[in-house]
T-cell receptor, first 115, second 113 residues
């Protein structure tokens, strides 16, 4: 296992289009997190899954955003009707302990540019 | 609500200089504290973490951090930096009863050879 994988690495889309990102966590990790990072800021929490259940969503996650983890393995994050303000790095992280207390393993991220 | 403040936006040091990066957090309960590092072009990596016990925590690559509860601080230190320490450093806090980890805005460290 080579860690947390995210696909694609870069995505350029026109405003109004839908985009979907994929995250493959470390295989034995049951917790999966999505974060968003903009230039000059630290990562901001978006949502988190324990196995296939989405247990928490940030207020940052508007109705245009949806995340799934259908079989408790990989996860997808979809943004509908993209806006220029959605341009950011979208980070996925996973954790294997029950509470995520031991820190997260991050992927390299998907950089989204909305033009 | 929990929050994290990193006081220094950009720090420039010469090799062998000592490093201290400030981190203060705001949270009403028991917390776990972390420092992450992001080297140029790479993903975030865990540098060190604090849960309980000895407030002086040692991490990888000679880094350490001290938790001072009375000051709500978790400053990162290294006695002698190297050029390869050039990176962005993020402090993070996670409340024991929360599911999300909050990050500071980060401090960019540039080490001149």
């Amino acid at each position: 296992d080579t860690g947390v994988s995210q696909d694609p690495r870069h995505k350029i889309t026109k405003r109004g289009q839908n985009v979907t990102f994929r995250c493959d966590p470390i295989s034995e990790h049951n917790r999966l997190y999505w974060y968003r990072q903009t230039l000059g800021q630290g990562p901001e929490f978006l949502t988190y899954f324990q196995n296939e259940a989405q247990l928490e969503k940030s207020r940052l996650l508007s109705d245009r955003f949806s995340a799934e983890r259908p079989k408790g393995s990989f996860s997808t994050l979809e943004i509908q009707r993209t806006e220029q303000g959605d341009s950011a790095m979208y980070l996925c992280a996973s954790s294997g302990d029950d509470r995520g207390d031991y820190g997260y393993t991050f992927g390299s991220g998907t950089r989204l540019t909305v033009v | 609500a929990q929050s994290v403040s990193q006081h220094n936006h950009h720090v420039i040091l010469s090799e062998a200089a000592s490093l201290e990066l400030g981190c203060n957090y705001s949270y009403g309960g028991t917390v776990n504290l972390f420092w992450y590092v992001q080297y140029p072009g790479q993903h975030l990596q865990l540098l060190l973490k604090y849960f309980s016990g000895d407030p002086l925590v040692k991490g990888i690559k000679g880094f350490e951090a001290e938790f001072i509860k009375s000051k709500f601080s978790f400053n990162l230190r290294k006695p002698s930096v190297q050029w390869s320490d050039t990176a962005e450093y993020f402090c993070a806090v996670r409340g024991r009863n929360n599911n999300d980890m909050r990050f500071g805005a980060g401090t960019r460290l540039t080490v001149k050879p």
